[in-house]
Every structure is written in C-alpha cells, then in structure tokens.
C-alpha cells in the first residue's frame, strides 16, 4: 500500500491509493443466451441410438440437425446407410393425402415403427382439420358441461420401404395401456391387485377391462384375503395426496411379479410396512384447499423397519406358498429378472420373466449393514433355497445382478478392491477370476453363451487417459486375455446387438463433438455414422470448457474436474470461482461426456464467474473400492478437503482466478456439502447456493445413509440384534457460519424431506445468523417448472456477493420471460 500526500492551495490532502477490487457487472445477457429454450434450438441429436431388427443385423435410427430430421436403415453386413425414405417425396405424398402443406426438412412423424416385415413403417400425422372426439359421448357421459367436443384429425399411415408407397389406412384409438397389468409372457393371464390383494384374470377378460375397466361383467380370480394397507401384495401408489389415494383405493394397482418363461407360474415379494413410521408433506398450493400427503418413510437407526416376504404361486397347483428365507435381520430382497432383448421393438410386449429356468430362480439377500450378500437360487422341485455365492466385507457391500452363460454364473465383485469379472459353476464354486489388476468393471454388457464370451464395460484400464472413460472390452469365459474393443482418448455409451456381431459407438469428452461410429464385435470400424451437428451453438458463442487434474488433500491421490469460463473471457480479470459440487458416494458431479445440460456449469459461468466441476475422495464407484469407501464412517465433512485443495492449487496455478472469493453450489447431496464447506471452512468458502440439501442425515432415508455412513449391528448376550446410527449434522456447526448463505427447497420434495432445511434455518437462526431462504411452492426434490426460476435466483445471489454487484435486479426476470409466449 502506498500513501500519497497532495497540496491543494493550503489544504493537505491523505489520500490511500490501493489495489481496490472493480465492480464488475453480472453478464445477464450471455447467460440468458444459453437458457435450456433456446439450447433447444441449437444442441440437435448428440447420439445414435439404434432400432435393431429381428431378422437380421440391421438396424434404423432417427438423426436431426439444423437441416431436420432424417431417418436411416443401417446394414452392418453390407456396410450401407441408406434414408428409410425420400423425405421430400414422402413430404409430397402426406400433403397430398392430408390437405396441409408439408415439406421434407420440417417432417414430423408421430409414433413411427417398423413394421415385422421389416419393409413397412407405420406412422401418424396430425392435421389442421378439426373432427369430433371419437370418444365425445363418454366424455359427456362423465362430465355434462364439458365443452370442448373437437381435436385435429389424426392420420395414420403405411410406407412401403421398397416401393415406396404410402398408403393411408384407418386411425384407431391408441389401445390403452393399463399400467396395473402385470401380462404373463404369453399374453394368457394377469396379475394385479386390487384392494391390497392379489388377483388374476384371462386373457378373454383383460380385453373386456382395456375397453371398459367397469365391466360388470369381467370374472376376476381373487387370489388372497389377507391384503391390508402397508401389508400389500402391490405398490400403494406412492406420491399421491390422501384424497387422491382415497379417490384411487378400489383401483387395481400394479404387482412386481416375476412370471417363469411358461407362463405357469410366477414369483413376487409382499412387505409389512405397518409399524414404519409415517411421514407428510403438505401441498400448500391445491386447489381449494391445501392437501396432506402420508407416506412410509424408513430413517437410519430405527427400529421399525419394513419386513419383506418373497412368495411362489403355481397355476398348476393353484397354490401361493410363502418361500422360507429369513436369514438377516432387516434384510434386503432382491429379485432378478431377464434382460429384455435389444431388438425388442419400443412399443413390443415386454414380460417380467425370473432369471432362471422353470426349476429354478435366483435372488440375492442383503443384511441390513450391507456387510454381508448371499447370492441364493431357489430350487422348485425339493422347496429349497440354496447358496451359490456369499460375499463378506468390514465396509458396505455392492453387487450386480448375475448373468447365466449355460451351466455357468458370472458374478461382479469387488472383494480383490477393484469391481471384477468371476465365473462361478452352478454348484457355487469359483472356477476363475476373469478380469483382474487395477481398473473397474463398470457392468456386463451382454453374454455370448455360443461363443463362450463375455462383453462388458470398464473404466481406467487404458493408461494416459481420465480412468472415468468408459470402454467396451470382451473376454473369454474359459480364460485369457481382455480384448478392447473401441480404443480412443473419450469417454464410449455402447449399444450391442442380441447376437453381439455389432454395436454402435456413441464418443465424446466435455471439450468434443460427440461422433458415432459403427463396429463389429472384434473391434473393427465397419462404418462412420454421424458427427452431431453444433454449428448453431458456436455460432452462439459457445466454447468447450477444460478438463484438468489435481491432486486431492493428501498430496497422492488424483482427482479430475472441468472448468467452465465465461464466453467473453478475458486473462487480465480476476474471476471469482465458483465449485458446483456433489460428494457422491455413488457419483460424482463431473461430465466426461459432451451434454446438453448447461445451468450449473456453463451458463451459470456466463454471469463472470469460472465455474468448476470436481471428484473427491468416496465420491465415486468407479474406481477403487479403497477411494469408493473413504468416507464410510464420516458422512458429513469426507469430501471437503478435497474440495479446498482445488480452490488452492487452481488459484496456484491461474493468476485469473481470485482465491479470496469463492462460492459453492450444490443439490441434494451437493446441497448438504455446500452448506458444510461454508461452516468446516468459513474462511475459505464465501457464498453458497444450497438447493434441496439432505443437511440431517439422521432424518434421510434409511438405506443411503446406512449404506454410506454406516450402520452398527449390536447383538446382545441374549441373542437380540439392534442397529446403533450416529452421525454429524451441518446444523451443528451453525455457529461458524460467516459468508452469504442461500438455502432452498420445495415444499413437497418427498425424497429429502423439507425439515432437514427448516431445521438447518432454525439453527442458524437461533446462532443469530443472516441468510436466505427460498421455498419452491408445489416443488419435488428435481424443482419441475421452477428449475429455470431457481438458476436465476441463484445467479442473482452469486453476482451481488462474489462479484460486488449491488445494483438491484429488476422485479420482472425478464431473462426467462422472453422466452415465453405472451397471453393472448
């Protein structure tokens, strides 16, 4: 500081000249130009997604730019792309038959499938011209003063691939889609229940209920009497009102069977839920009159606990027998099904069938501490349940669902400390370990039980590149070597086919334009397919953000991140940083792929900020078991170390980012860990945004926080077994609270229930502390329509104290409003 005497005639005048901060205005404007409305308009298609065929390797997809839409077949064998049609002639075609002018580049096609010829699609198109409601009479039938009687005239039509003909034939009225229908995989019969009970009706009457549902006349087959509410056979409908449920109580509701591929029988949990207690929210904004909303919410540490039952039914013996399989107390049951194949049609009938055969299915029992997982298959000819793999670990225990490869299982497991591939027999014993060393397993893909192969996904194996890129790699079941099969420094979706001879390869990273490329099942190129089109974007201004690497608190360990500048960036400036953050345990807040969604990174940058995204230790699955569990024990505070450690080796490393003004935002867990940064390191962490944050985990669901926290099973000298929790909350630390902090949440978010906000405000209110607090009306725990509300009240809170602008924004957000049509 330098100190400057001046002479004005006989005045001395002291003057104190500084390096005094400028005031810099928020960048409403650039912020304002990337508002999900108008991305909608600039980020078209970003991936292939394939319709595979049935009776070949072909497959067709659906592509938009900035020239339209397009449809393509795709012939791996050939190694053609060909349009599905001409869409100007077909253009031509529907104007001529509909009477509304239409060209090709604007083509919209409602519903569009591929016919089982292969050869045909069906699609739909709405015209200009008003008809009346073929349903009009039922209508008034349920409400005389209904008015509106006219809805545009839908046509319907079929295009011959070949020929290249279309022809139009009959709408009908879409058949109704009975969500409470679980249909046996022959179409047979169907299970539901019905006053909390189990029932099943025939195939004659399930077609009378889907053209009236009040058919005096449908035979419905009572199965159980013994159905009672919180001890159902079904799913209760959770997210309705007391006076919707009571509306809905006689309604048949769906049940989660699992039927055998004979359609003979079929198999499904019931659970006590009876002494859970009960939890409410209150929908303050219905209409006349608020609402409450009752439902079972289990928390960490009680005692009363839902039980789950897992039953049997026969339709040979016509018999439903409750299946013995008490082995941990509070235990969790898992049932497994079949994977649904890819060639599956969107609209195709899909059976819920068990994994197994018709002797025989496979579950999986959890113990409540998740110390302990038994892979189990039920054995229907002795009645027996019969264990095929126990998994034991000190810390929490994940697992997938097995895959059956013949007389084979392979298993995922990370008790070697890396997420591996085992192949066990069906005796349970371990024949091999099939992948192995430092890097994860992220999933199987498919198993090819001919070929004796098996295609998965995994992470951090190829050296030089972020370990979160995912890769598609194959190995044989009898052992050797792993085979990658789409190499290249990006992160890889894939989409395999039944027999696995091809896949779709969808590539990009946050800083490149996603590609899609063609490959057989040996790794090799068989065709480009697209490169998605953002020429609208960068015409915007957009620019790619930057990923980097530090080193996490202990000095060791890696952590990656994004950083995201403003558009009109300047390396002169000082920026104030901003760290969006999530502690994981099962993810972490950081984009490895090119992604449409911008408001917490990207655009919440464009008001002056650099904005980061970034890991921590226990922030992730996808790496080792060891970085996955650091914070087993330490909920609260096992991620903000790290999270400091970047704010000092960013600033170390940028002379553009200022380390004195620091903000963070986060939601959910983000939202718990940025109001923690701010009173773990008040010094260091200036302004927080937390939006919807679980700050009491001791009132969250029981199975997060018992899984990641940890929960203790005491079994006393007399045998009995309890389970003790305690953890830290952020209310306690209210006292150290010395930034700008901004608590949000929604009113009915019945996942992170409003009071862990409420409580974290009334502790700051009773340790006499100034924040805010914004309450979302009529908002779940995602913000629904008010989403874009929230970002800019975010970015108001971040711009008058990160960047010292006071000037009062005007009462109309008139950045959101002029996206919106006015009323007529």
């Known amino acids: 500081m330098r100190r400057t005497l001046l002479v004005f005639g006989l005045v001395w005048v002291s003057l104190t000249s500084f390096a005094q901060d400028q005031i810099y205005q928020g960048n409403y404007e650039l912020a304002a130009r990337f508002s999900p409305e108008k991305l909608r308009k600039m980020i078209f298609s970003t991936s292939v997604i394939p319709h595979w065929m049935k009776k070949s390797d072909r497959f067709w997809y659906e592509y938009e730019t900035s020239e339209g839409k397009n449809w393509y077949v795709v012939d791996p064998v050939r190694k053609t792309k060909t349009p599905l049609f001409d869409r100007d002639k077909l253009a031509a075609e529907i104007t001529k038959a509909v009477k509304d002018p239409y060209d090709g ?12 010829d292969e050869n045909t699609i069906r699609f739909k198109v709405k015209s200009t011209a008003d008809v009346l409601k073929s349903d009009w009479e039922e209508i008034k039938a349920k409400n005389k003063s209904a008015k509106d009687s006219m809805e545009k005239k839908v046509h319907t039509f079929l295009f011959n691939i070949s020929t290249q003909q279309l022809t139009e034939i009959e709408t009908e009225k879409d058949p109704k889609r009975l969500s409470w229908a679980n249909i046996s995989p022959d179409s047979s019969k169907v299970v539901y229940m019905k006053n909390f009970n189990l029932y099943w009706i025939d195939k004659e009457n399930f077609l009378k209920a889907v053209k009236d549902e009040k058919d005096s006349t449908l035979v419905e087959n009572q199965l159980t009497t013994d159905g009672e509410k919180d001890y159902s056979y079904g799913f209760d409908g959770r997210g309705d009102d007391n006076v919707e449920e009571e509306k809905k109580k006689n309604d048949r509701k769906r049940v989660g069977a699992l039927w055998s591929s004979d359609s003979r029988q079929f198999i499904l949990t019931r659970t006590d839920q009876r002494q859970v207690k009960d939890l409410w929210v209150i929908h303050n904004t219905r209409d006349p009159r608020p609402t409450l909303e009752t439902y079972k919410y289990s928390m960490p540490g009680e005692k009363e606990q839902p039980l789950t039952e897992l039953f049997h039914f026969s339709f040979t013996s016509m018999e439903l027998k409750q299946l013995p399989i ?9 049932l497994w099904s079949t994977t649904p194949p890819a060639n599956t049609r969107d609209d195709d009938f899909r059976p819920a069938t068990w994994l197994g055969d018709l002797d025989e299915f496979y579950f999986a029992l959890t113990s409540r501490d998740l110390k302990k997982v038994d892979v189990l298959r039920w054995n229907l000819a002795n009645n027996q349940k019969e264990v095929v793999i126990e998994e034991r670990s000190n810390t929490y225990i994940d697992f997938e669902k097995i895959e059956l490869a013949g007389n084979d299982l392979v298993w995922w497991s990370e008790r070697d400390g890396w997420g591996h591939l085992y192949l066990y027999g069906k005796d349970g014993s371990m024949k091999r370990q099939l992948t192995s060393g430092p890097f994860h397993v992220a999933g199987i893909a498919k198993v090819d039980e001919r070929g004796r192969r098996v ?16 890769h598609l790699y194959s190995v044989s079941l009898d052992g050797g070597a792993i085979s990658l099969l789409n190499p290249g420094d990006f992160n890889h979706e894939i989409d395999l086919n039944d027999n696995s001879s091809f896949f779709v390869d969808n590539f990009s990273r946050v800083n490149t334009t996603p590609v899609a490329i063609l490959k057989d099942r040996s790794g090799n190129k068989v065709m480009d397919l697209e490169t998605a089109d953002l020429s609208q974007l960068f015409a915007a201004g957009y620019q790619f953000p930057e990923p980097f690497k530090f080193k996490a608190d202990d000095g060791i360990t890696d952590l990656y991140g994004v950083m995201y500048k403003p558009f009109d960036f300047d390396s002169t400036r000082k920026y104030p940083l901003v760290e ?4 994981g345990p099962q993810t972490e807040a950081v984009n490895k792929s090119f992604g449409r969604s911008m408001d917490r990174t990207d655009r919440l940058a464009q008001f ?9 230790r226990g922030g992730h699955p996808s790496r080792s078991k060891w ?11 096992y991620g903000l170390a790290d999270k400091k450690a970047a704010v000092e080796q960013l600033a170390d490393r940028h002379s553009f980012i200022d380390r004195n003004k620091v903000g963070i935002h986060g939601h ?5 860990m940025s109001t923690a940064a701010m009173l773990v390191y008040p010094d260091v962490f200036k302004v927080a945004v937390s939006s919807a944050g679980n700050h009491e985990n001791n009132i969250y669901n029981r199975w997060w926080s018992e899984k990641h926290h940890g929960v203790k099973e005491v079994i006393s000298p007399k045998g009995d077994t309890t389970f003790v929790y305690q953890i830290e909350k952020n209310p306690d630390l209210a006292k150290n609270l010395k930034g700008h902090l901004m608590l949000s949440t929604g009113d009915v978010d019945n996942n992170v229930h409003p009071a862990n906000t409420i409580r974290m405000a009334e502790a700051l209110i009773k340790a006499g502390k100034r924040f805010e607090f914004v309450i ?4 779940r725990h995602g913000y629904g329509d008010m989403t874009e509300y929230f970002f800019w009240k975010m970015g108001d809170y971040f711009v008058r104290h990160l960047l010292g602008d006071n000037t009062p924004p005007p009462v109309d957000m008139i950045e959101m409003q002029r996206d919106k049509p006015m009323d007529k």
């Open 580 to 583: 969006y953050v999530y502690p």
């Open 326 to 334: 008490s082995t941990f107390k509070d235990q969790t049951v898992s």
């Open 668 to 672: 959910s867990g983000g939202g718990f």
């Open 627 to 637: 970085y996955h569990n650091y914070g087993y024990g330490d909920l609260r505070d």
């Open 105 to 116: 580049q604007h083509l919209k096609l409602d519903d569009l499938k591929l016919m089982d």
């Open 608 to 616: 002056g900020f650099v904005v980061v995204t970034l890991g921590n």
């Open 776 to 779: 979302l009306p009529g908002q």
């Open 455 to 470: 295609f998965f996904t995994a992470n951090a194996r190829e050296k030089g590149e972020d370990p979160y890129f995912e």
